[in-house]
């Protein structure tokens, strides 16, 4: 079915420590998957993407691993700073060629200092 | 900036009245997909556009109704509206499919409030 939820809704960090956000999927045909920032105020912008054939890609500080065995996705920010705090969604094409995302319901990431 | 520009930013309207929000996709995109993001929610699909043509559809209320126009901006239609609908509509565009480029770049919304 369409299912993206994410394991914890908020999430505190040490500013300057490593950020891990974790997402379920639930729809095995998913072979896009797209992670996208969100601060108060403003749309959704995209951070880094992955495709099924990949297990883990790298960005400018920031790292997604996929685990297609147990359907399982995260994002790695490292060296968290305080413009890292927002809300953070998964999103997944679901297998479809429609072109349609399918967005989590997101977890805010708070930065401690 | 992100290039996505939708009009108007802010919307307060009564119950039961009928507004319209306007995109402007990205110079050179294709598609435009219209999302709902109600408080602490996720972005729940409503529906695509894809040069004039409707893509796809997602939980959109028959009260709501969206078209592209020839020169691409889309305008989303909410009627008879309800304390339910106050939310962030967002509009995003994409040249054509998001895995091919790298998913939706997003306007900055319009928050609608029913009161």
Known sequence: GESVGLHLPTLSVQEGDNSIINCAYSNSASDYFIWYKQESGKG?????????????RQGQRVTVLLNK???????QIAATQPGDSAVYFCAEN?????????????TRLHILP | ??????????LITATGQRVTLRCSPRSGDLSV???QQSLDQGLQFLIQYYNGEERAKGNILERFSAQQFPDLHSELNLSSLELGDSALYFCASSVYTSWVS?????????????V
């Open chain 1, 69 to 75: 065995t147990v359907k399982h996705l995260s994002l």
């Open chain 2, 1 to 10: 900036d992100s290039g996505v520009t939708q009009t108007p930013k802010h």
């Open chain 1, 44 to 56: 959704p912008q995209f951070i880094i993407d992955i495709r099924s054939n990949m297990d883990k």
């Open chain 2, 102 to 114: 790298g998913g939706y770049t997003f306007g900055s919304g319009t928050r609608l409030t029913v």
């Open chain 1, 94 to 106: 679901g297998g479809n060629r429609d072109d349609k995302i399918i967005f989590g319901k997101g």
């Open chain 2, 33 to 35: 997909y219209w999302y």
